[in-house]
């Protein structure tokens, strides 16, 4: 027997978590290439005008234009929906790419979203700005107040969609709690995983019925390329996301496919050791910050409110944490400014420590009362902690605190 694929899915569905994540969805063209190939082809061609034209009736596998169908991508795919648990994947090209396939896919005129106030800047656009102009009716509530989901839904309502962890507040949603009311109502959960990934959360085992991802973060988890992917049932991917996807073309390039691939050999080994950088990080800044009247928001800080709940439904609680400095917007650039090793960049996920802040970069485009709202204060600095070493880390951040007088 050749030892070479791991497309049949009553194999790759008995190997571990990082098993999956080295060998899942990988298989060996006839020249038996140790790493996977990076396909970069448009197009295919055919032996004959009949072969074609069965493929596109449906009636012959393989594929026909790198829109619809590409070697590398369906690697990558079958990659992500292993690890995730999901029947079926279908990467996009980055992870707004993802959340807005994920709901104009299934949304149309006349129906109702409910969503979590604390979001990424561009999800929290997509809900005020963009499904409103077709017709979709938007409620915004407070993801951590179950009630609130509750009293928001009406006879016309699809979705739910959320983050948890959100970013930059770092609250979480319950994904028991609120995909199980979504279900009572015959709602679909919609949950963006881009803060935890599959190796520290599966929102499908607590009833999330699609799960959205950004993999520039943690999957890429080096900085280099953007991409996203969508994760749910066969029937959801194939009948609901797939007419939308082939036909507006938000696809993933092969190349960005390939590198994420080679991201998530290692996804495992860093979400995890990154996890315990921040908590190590956070848990020796967090005194001083507080002293000082300020705060450090991590899911796996015991100050946390949700600690109880990041217990339950994380098996780690991630690489990225907030601080927020009393001195508002002009201390947060002061603390950035003097930082030595952690650059001043607003990706995360990433093997480096990066910091931003959130109400000048990512929630910019926000009004000033909605990020309030939200929990965007002028103080929060937003930290993703890479893979450094925790003490270079901790002085890092202690010389930049001074500098800035906290
Ligand atoms: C970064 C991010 C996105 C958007 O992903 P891109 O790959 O930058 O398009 C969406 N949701 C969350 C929670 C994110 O952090």
């Keep these: 027997m050749k030892k070479t694929t791991a497309t049949d899915r009553n194999v ?10 080295v060998r899942g969805g990988a298989w060996r063209s006839e020249h038996g290439e140790t790493s996977e190939a990076l396909f970069l082809s448009s197009g295919y061609t055919y032996d004959s005008a009949a072969e074609v034209a069965a493929r596109f009736a449906g009636e012959a596998d393989g594929m026909t234009y790198s829109r619809l169908q590409n070697p590398t991508v369906a690697m990558l795919e079958e990659r992500i929906a292993l690890l995730e648990g999901a029947e079926a994947c279908r990467a996009q ?3 707004m790419a993802a959340m807005t396939a994920a709901l104009l896919c299934q949304l149309s005129s006349g129906d109702h979203l409910v969503a979590a106030r604390a979001a990424f800047g561009s999800c929290r656009w997509l809900v005020d700005s963009l499904l409103p102009r077709f017709g979709i009716d938007t409620t915004v509530v407070d993801g951590t ?45 919609v949950v963006d ?46 009948e609901v996301l797939l007419p939308f996807q082939r036909n507006t073309g938000p696809t993933l390039s092969p190349f960005n496919a390939w590198v994420v691939l080679k991201g998530l050999e290692t996804l495992p080994l860093r979400a995890k050791a990154q996890s315990e950088v921040a908590l190590s990080v956070g848990k020796a800044i967090e005194p001083r910050i507080a002293a000082a009247g300020g705060r450090v ?20 609680c991630g690489p990225i944490f907030s601080v927020i400095l009393p001195g508002g917007r002009s201390q947060a650039h002061a603390f950035l400014d003097a930082l030595e090793i952690v650059d001043i960049s607003n990706n995360i996920g990433d093997a ?27 103080g929060m600095v937003r930290i993703n902690i890479g893979l450094e070493d925790v003490a270079d880390l901790v002085e890092d951040f202690d010389r930049a605190l001074s500098a800035a007088g906290v």
């Design 145 to 189: 107040d179950l009630a609130a989901w509750e009293a928001a839904i009406r006879p016309n309502t699809k979705v739910f969609f959320f983050e948890t962890p959100a970013n930059p507040t770092l609250e979480l949603v319950d994904l028991a709690a609120v995909c199980g009311l979504a279900r009572q109502h015959g709602i679909i959960s």
């Design 352 to 378: 480096r420590s990066l910091a931003c802040h959130p109400a000048s970069t990512t929630h910019a485009g926000l009004s000033a009362e909605v990020r309030e709202d939200m929990g965007v204060v002028e």
């Design 12 to 21: 790759t569905r008995r190997w571990r978590t990082a098993t999956r994540s």
């Design 297 to 316: 928001l991590h899911p796996g800080l015991p100050s946390h409110p949700q600690f109880a709940l990041a217990q339950r439904q994380m098996d780690a």
């Design 193 to 238: 995983n881009a803060f935890a990934t599959s190796v520290l959360q599966r929102p499908l085992e607590f009833g999330a019925d699609v799960v959205a991802y950004s993999a520039t973060k943690l999957m890429d988890g080096q900085g280099r390329v953007l991409a996203g992917a969508v994760c749910g049932s066969q029937q959801f991917i194939n």
């Design 93 to 95: 090209a980055s992870g």
